[in-house]
């Protein structure tokens, strides 16, 4: 019997022996181990499915997996983006030098971006965090602050500081306050005009906006639109929907508007603050190679909510020792089974090698965690953890605690 067949049977003899004992006068089984069960249940069905035959993803998800894909190639992702940028937020607001400065300072903030990644993680973090292949036994909590001499220096050996975290200590706000003005302005959110005239030209209907959007106040649009619209309709609404509004009442708004063109930068803003992270995840991945590089960048989508389904899509090595712990992680992140990778990413011989595939499902049915057991120990220790609490719940006399059996 598999072993999740024999889950499925005790959570059965559990349900019968509640009521067994509810009717007997007894009292229904402790309602936190209960509790356990459930919760335990729920952890081990997202991180492994154990004893379910994975199946391949449809060809309809397939297919849709593939339209969202730009580009396989990540560099290429990058020169995308860059020359979006040029086009969209530099071209025609500086002369030619001015460009070309700007232009280079994008670039040049995406790969600065994923220095201090690696400088915050370094491999052999890495590799501690998430074992792949590294073999140095370090800590870069000890490089950073035990083993400083001008910490040892300057503080005793039981000073708090010993205590720092160095991921924390170096964090995404500190890096960010670290940047020069140009650089770090380019974190701020995004905001909307103050004032927008609907006729820039006569300068007479406008509307006051709050930086999200909102319409404040409103004056002369009713004079403007023939009362079409009076002012006090707007106050309140959005932006896009007061011009909704107008189009839906015939009121012609002239071309280059201050209404529309607000909304447009505030979206290409946007636009360019999503695609910027997203530039510097593709570059932790491509700087840090097949092991490293995907595991970092799995961390950078963490902590900045990019998509995990990117750093696991490049980070199929089958020559990686720590390959389906990495899948383990991703999945209990929330990822799917049914994602296509590429394997080999790196190891292609150049940029228009056609690329197979393999689904995360696949990788788990078929990737053993080592060459003695098919399951990390996690997994394991979190399957034997529910099975015991099963156990415990149901008539000693009829069931034995179940050990897992080893599968190769």
Not at 337 to 355: H, N, P, T, V, W
Not at 372 to 397: F, S
């Amino acid at each position: 019997m598999s072993l999740k067949e024999e889950l499925k049977k005790l959570r059965k003899k559990l349900s019968s022996y509640q009521i067994t004992q509810a009717q007997a006068g007894c009292g229904t089984i402790d309602q936190k181990s209960c509790d356990v069960v459930e919760k335990e249940s729920k952890i081990l069905e997202r991180v492994s499915e154990f004893g379910k035959e994975y199946l391949l993803p449809s060809t309809e998800t397939i297919g849709n997996h593939f339209d969202k894909i730009k580009n396989i190639n990540l560099d290429a992702e990058v020169d995308n983006f860059i020359d979006w940028y040029f086009k969209n937020m530099i071209k025609g607001r500086y002369t030619d030098i001015g460009e070309l400065h700007q232009l280079n300072g994008m670039r040049n903030l995406i790969e600065k971006m994923a220095v201090w990644y690696e400088l915050r993680y370094p491999d052999y973090e890495i590799n501690r965090l998430m074992p792949c292949s590294g073999q140095e036994s370090i800590e870069v909590n000890d490089v950073m602050f035990n083993s400083n001499k001008y910490i040892n220096d300057l503080f005793d050996e039981t000073s708090d500081v010993r205590e720092l975290d160095w991921s924390e200590f170096y964090n995404a706000r500190a890096f960010i306050k670290s940047l020069p003005w140009d650089e770090r302005s380019l974190f701020e959110n995004s905001r909307y005009s103050d004032l927008v005239y609907i006729d820039s030209y006569y300068r007479g209907a406008h509307l006051h906006l709050t930086s999200k959007g909102f319409v404040e106040l409103a004056e002369e649009v009713g004079s403007y639109t023939n009362f079409k619209i009076k002012d006090d309709e707007l106050r309140g609404m959005h932006i896009k929907d007061a011009v909704n509004l107008l189009k839906e009442k015939g009121v012609l708004l002239p071309s280059g508007n201050e209404l529309e063109e607000t909304i447009k930068d505030v979206e290409k803003w946007d636009y360019q603050k999503e695609e910027m992270l997203n530039c510097v995840m593709y570059r932790i991945i491509e700087r840090g190679g097949n092991r490293i590089g995907p595991r970092r960048a799995f961390l950078f989508a963490k902590e900045f909510g990019r998509n995990i389904d990117i750093p696991m899509m490049y980070g199929v090595d089958y020559s990686d020792p720590g390959l389906r712990s990495f899948v383990i992680e991703y999945i209990k992140a929330g990822g799917s089974k049914d994602l296509l990778c590429y394997i080999g990413y790196f190891s292609r011989a150049s940029q228009s090698e056609k690329m197979d595939t393999v689904s995360v499902a696949e990788i788990l049915r078929t990737c053993h965690n080592d060459c003695v057991t098919k399951y990390t120990p996690e997994e394991t220790a979190l399957h034997q953890r529910m099975v015991n609490v099963l156990a415990c719940q149901c008539d000693k006399g009829e069931v034995k605690q179940l050990k897992l059996q080893r599968r190769l």
